[in-house]
């Protein structure tokens, strides 16, 4: 499995359907014990699907051979979306990912890139910090959930492009 099969490209339309059952396996795996039940329940694969089919063209799949190991997906300057398949983690691979979507919003006009990361999710922010953001701030955001159980926080992170 060496480096020379790995490949970064824009997603097609046809590359969605995978994409959504990776963002939704690894969003089960990573975030789900993170969120009252009334969010796991409702982001079913069905879910990830409607979430990719409305986000503008801004992804890009690193693929290992003709697998998919992680994507990357943003709206103007939001950095919505870097998840890896749990096989290709700590290998290096999220990093020229991350690269190449910070390269391509800084050719669409991004100068200042933004992302939202789950509070407690220390690998990623160690990530996203050895790769040059920082945090800006933390916020609470609405998620479905019982009385007194509907926001969880998030990480605000930022880098200039
Ligand atoms: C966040 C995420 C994209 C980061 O990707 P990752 O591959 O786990 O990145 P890491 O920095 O943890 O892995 C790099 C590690 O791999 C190891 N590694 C192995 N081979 C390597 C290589 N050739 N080059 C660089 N690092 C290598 C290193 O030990 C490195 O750790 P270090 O920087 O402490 O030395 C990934 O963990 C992920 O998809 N998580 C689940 C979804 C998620 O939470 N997404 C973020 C939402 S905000």
């Known amino acids: 499995m060496g480096v020379s099969q790995n490949q ?46 409305v986000l503008p063209t801004n992804i890009l799949l690193l693929e290992d051979g003709d697998k998919l190991a992680g994507f990357a997906a943003w709206s103007g300057p939001i950095l ?15 990093r020229p990912l991350l690269m190449a979507a910070e390269r391509e919003m800084a050719r669409q006009g991004v100068v200042q890139a933004e992302l939202h990361c789950l509070e407690g999710n220390i690998r990623a922010r160690d990530f996203y910090e ?13 998620v479905r959930g019982g ?4 926001t969880r926080n998030y990480w605000a992170m930022i880098k200039p492009l």
Request: proline share 6%.
């Open 130 to 142: 050895r790769n040059g953001w920082r945090l800006d701030r933390t916020f609470a955001y609405p």
């Open 80 to 94: 919505g979306q870097l998840f890896f398949d749990a096989t290709w983690r700590g290998q290096g691979l999220a």
């Open 8 to 53: 970064i490209r824009a997603a097609r339309t046809a590359d969605l359907p995978a994409v959504a059952a990776l963002y939704h396996r690894v969003w089960r795996e990573t975030h789900a014990a993170a969120m009252p039940p009334a969010e796991r329940e409702a982001r079913d694969l069905a879910y990830f699907e409607a979430k990719l089919s």
């Open 147 to 150: 009385p007194g159980d509907d």
